[in-house]
């Protein structure tokens, strides 16, 4: 019974220590606000203008006032490596590999020798003219009605340059140019010399200025002595075509033939 007493009277006097110390701790904040909520009301009482329609301005707690200090960034120091530090001094003194690294050259592609163009091939080319001059010495010798069919100055086709084909004939080279400039020719095949034998060229025939009269052909100033057909051209070459009223010593060539085939062989 009596330690029963005894407990009772130990717990109540723990409740009331509790009790003043809820009370201590109470106090203080309990006088802040009333110092806080006169001197707002003094405030108010003494401007006059407070706005009663709006609510009180609500103020931050002290521990929301208090700004924390954000922590300073510290710079961080480096040491100088001490001079007894072997490890230090390697790295200090190990070479840039991105400096010194040599950056591998690609070799310089050279392009293929240009191949020299090839020099372009000239056609091959001769000279070639007709005339019949020696007629105008010998007029009164010209059959009748061809005194028309002579130039005034005895050039049929004048000297020009004209191509060929590797492998013709002074033959060919007449009998196209004849035709390009629409020119009278007539000639018969010889079979038995060989060659064309050229009749007429401008519509004047052999015989037409006498009976030792007819054409015959020089090349380079020379008469040879075989027909046309076979005679083959060479670029460079000049063919005359030219007109003799006396087997050809009018014109500096030899006698021909007696069968007086005059650009034809024997």
């Not at 401007?47 to 710079?75: L, R």
């Not at 010798?141 to 005895?154: M, T």
């Not at 013709?168 to 004849?178: I, P």
Request: charged share 25%.
């Amino acid at each position: 019974m009596k330690n029963r007493k005894v407990l009772i009277r130990n717990s109540v006097f723990a409740l009331l220590a509790v009790i003043v110390l809820l009370a201590a701790y109470n106090l203080p904040r309990t006088a802040n606000k009333e110092n806080f909520t006169v001197s707002e009301t003094k405030t108010e009482l003494n401007t006059g203008e407070a706005d009663v329609s709006e609510p009180a301005a609500e103020y931050p707690s002290a521990a929301e006032d208090a700004e924390v200090p954000s922590p300073e960034p510290q710079e961080e120091t480096q040491e100088p490596p001490s001079e007894d530090n072997p490890i230090a001094e390697a790295e200090e003194n190990a070479p840039d590999v991105l400096q010194s690294a040599e950056v591998p050259q690609t070799p310089a592609v050279s392009a293929p020798p240009e191949e020299a163009a090839p020099e372009p091939q000239t056609e091959p080319y001769c000279t070639l003219s007709v005339r019949c001059d020696t007629i105008l010495n010998n007029m009164p010798s010209l059959r009748d009605g061809k005194a028309d069919l002579v130039p005034q100055n005895g050039i049929i086709y004048e000297e020009r340059r004209v191509k060929f084909n590797p492998g013709e004939s002074v033959f060919n080279v007449l009998q196209r140019e004849m035709k390009l400039n629409k020119i009278h020719m007539e000639f018969v095949n010889a079979p038995m010399y060989g060659s064309a034998y050229i009749e007429g060229i401008g519509n004047l025939y052999e015989f037409d200025c006498g009976d030792l009269s007819g054409w015959m052909y020089k090349v380079n100033g020379v008469f040879p002595n075989y027909g046309c057909s076979q005679y083959k051209v060479s670029s460079g070459d000049k063919i005359e075509w030219v007109y003799t009223c006396d087997l050809g010593k009018d014109v500096g060539g030899e006698e021909q033939p007696k069968n007086g085939r005059k650009n034809e062989t024997e």
